[in-house]
Structures are given as structure tokens and as C-alpha cells.
């Protein structure tokens, strides 16, 4: 994924990343591209009480 945004402010160069830090009470945009994959796939925060609390999803690409 690319990094676009943190804390609302556009990043002056995207940044490739696969995981990305986001502090508490901020928040993180990121650009994702599925040119050579479909189906689905998951994003989640590493915090297992995070993940519980919705910090968990899927994206289906078709």
C-alpha cells in the first residue's frame, strides 16, 4: 500500500509500506492497487483487542 495522508495532511511523496504505525487519535490514507489480484483479502490492526473492537476488515476485489 502507499501512504497518501497522515493526520490529514497529504504525505509529500507517497510511501510504499506493508504496515503502517497509526498513533493514537490519529489517522492514516493509503492507496492500494489490485492490478494482479482478485478476491478477497483482509486488513487489520495488530492489536488483537483492537481487531475485536472493529479495527478489522475485508476487501473484495473483482
Known amino acids: 500500500m502507499?501512504?497518501?495522508?497522515q493526520a490529514g495532511r497529504p504525505?509529500?511523496?507517497p510511501?510504499?509500506?506493508d504496515v503502517v504505525n497509526v498513533l493514537a487519535?490519529?489517522?492514516v490514507r493509503v492507496r492500494i492497487?489490485?492490478?494482479d489480484f482478485t478476491g478477497k483479502t483482509?486488513?487489520?490492526c495488530?492489536?488483537?483487542d483492537h481487531e475485536d473492537s472493529g479495527m478489522m476488515g475485508l476487501i473484495e476485489d473483482r
Open 2 to 5: 502507499q501512504i497518501i495522508e
Open 11 to 13: 504525505v509529500d511523496s
Open 15 to 17: 510511501v510504499w509500506q
Open 25 to 27: 487519535g490519529s489517522s
Open 33 to 35: 492497487s489490485f492490478d
Open 42 to 44: 483482509v486488513y487489520h
Open 46 to 48: 495488530h492489536i488483537l
